[in-house]
């Protein structure tokens, strides 16, 4: 049984801010600790086309309106806050509104 499955609920078309277990690198050449945008909930295996045995049981997909993208792995987010707009400015968060 999936994450989703399980009851995961992150409301679909919310801002969230996603904090993550570690420092993570984006394009930009930014290195960031959270994310903040509205991100889609998905298997593993609609990004990658298979299901690593031993992995997570759900991804983030963060894209914001500029077209960058982000992928998080359900294990690696710490912590999940509902926000409201321009609530949260921080150099080591990714905004991807």
Same mark, same amino acid.
């Given at each position: 049984?999936?994450?989703?499955?399980?009851?995961? *609920?992150?409301?679909? #078309? /919310?801002l969230v801010l =996603?904090?993550?277990? +570690?420092?993570?690198?984006?394009?930009?050449? @930014?290195?960031? *600790?959270?994310?903040? #945008? /509205?991100p889609e909930v =998905?298997?593993?295996? +609609?990004?990658?086309?298979?299901?690593?045995? @031993?992995?997570?049981?759900?991804?983030?997909?963060?894209?914001?309106?500029?077209?960058?993208?982000l992928f998080v792995?359900?294990?690696?987010?710490?912590?999940?806050?509902?926000?409201?707009?321009?609530?949260?400015?921080?150099?080591?968060?990714?905004?991807?509104?």
């Amino acid at each position: 049984m999936s994450s989703t499955e399980k009851g995961l *609920k992150i409301p679909e #078309g /919310k801002l969230v801010l =996603i904090t993550t277990d +570690d420092w993570f690198s984006h394009k930009d050449g @930014g290195q960031y *600790k959270g994310v903040i #945008g /509205k991100p889609e909930v =998905i298997k593993p295996e +609609d990004l990658i086309g298979f299901h690593p045995k @031993g992995s997570t049981d759900w991804m983030l997909h963060f894209k914001s309106y500029r077209g960058d993208e982000l992928f998080v792995a359900g294990c690696r987010v710490h912590y999940v806050a509902i926000v409201d707009k321009g609530q949260v400015a921080h150099k080591d968060v990714l905004d991807l509104r």
